[in-house]
């Protein structure tokens, strides 16, 4: 939509396009390889995948800073506190309300967005009653869904990783090969990653599990695996959509 005018979107909203897909990222270290806005620009393409995909839906400006605060030990990170990013899910709710859209769906594409997505929705759902708010919430599954993709190319969880390891780069080569540093790639912390140990990342921050920034091991990221990546989990997401709609008919 941004690349849009407003007389073609509201044709679109007119022939049936009232389905919008928001992504929320990131402006956060990916360690000394990947640049800072990686879950932005990963979630901004899943977004439009999954627009596509559905075929009557709209995708709109992707929300670039999410709340990162265990990644601020790293310079570049910017970190929303939880209240701005509902601050901010609340005003893109007003607004497209106000268009015709009936399903308004949210996908993070960082872990750190889940919970203040969480309870915006539930909010918002009591406010918007005639409409869908919809956030794809479940972080867990859609790392899930990037380690089984992983595992099909021999890759264990471990290597794939939850944080610019080999899924998360081979991703970003795909999309913008040219802001990889491909001489830096390094394993970061490769071991389970846990309830204890995610409660180690939320509370001390990432560099308590990883020094340089990174869980996993990206040193056999790869454009082609990045390209499947992208679009399976696409699929995906899609699939999970598909069922959450229908569920509310």
Request: one cysteine or more.
């Amino acid at each position: 939509m941004e690349e849009m005018n407003w007389v073609d979107i509201g044709d679109a909203i007119e022939r049936g396009f009232t389905t919008v897909i928001i992504g929320i990222g990131s402006t956060e270290q990916h360690g000394p390889h990947l640049p800072t806005h990686t879950d932005t620009i990963i979630g901004d393409i899943l977004a439009n995948k999954i627009a596509l995909k559905l075929g009557n839906a709209l995708q709109a400006q992707t929300i670039r800073v999410g709340c990162s605060d265990h990644h601020l030990s790293f310079p570049g990170t910017i970190s929303l506190e939880k209240d701005t990013l509902k601050a901010i899910i609340f005003d893109y709710v007003r607004s497209l309300s106000k268009h015709g859209f009936q399903n308004i769906i949210f996908i993070p594409s960082h872990g750190g967005n889940v919970k203040a997505i969480q309870e915006a929705v539930k909010e918002l759902q009591s406010d918007y009653q005639d409409i869908n708010i919809i956030g794809h919430t479940n972080i867990l599954k859609f790392i899930m869904y990037e380690w089984q993709i992983a595992n099909e190319f021999g890759i264990t969880n471990e290597e794939a990783g939850a944080h610019a390891g080999e899924v998360e780069t081979s991703q970003v080569l795909a999309i913008a090969e040219n802001q990889v540093r491909k001489e830096r790639f390094k394993p970061g912390y490769v071991g389970i990653l846990g309830p204890e140990e995610e409660k180690l990342l939320y509370e001390k921050g990432i560099s308590a599990l990883s020094e340089i920034g990174v869980i996993g091991d990206p040193t056999h990221a790869d454009i082609e695996k990045g390209k499947i990546y992208i679009e399976k989990l696409a699929e995906n997401l899609t699939n999970d959509i598909k069922e959450i709609l229908n569920s509310k008919k």
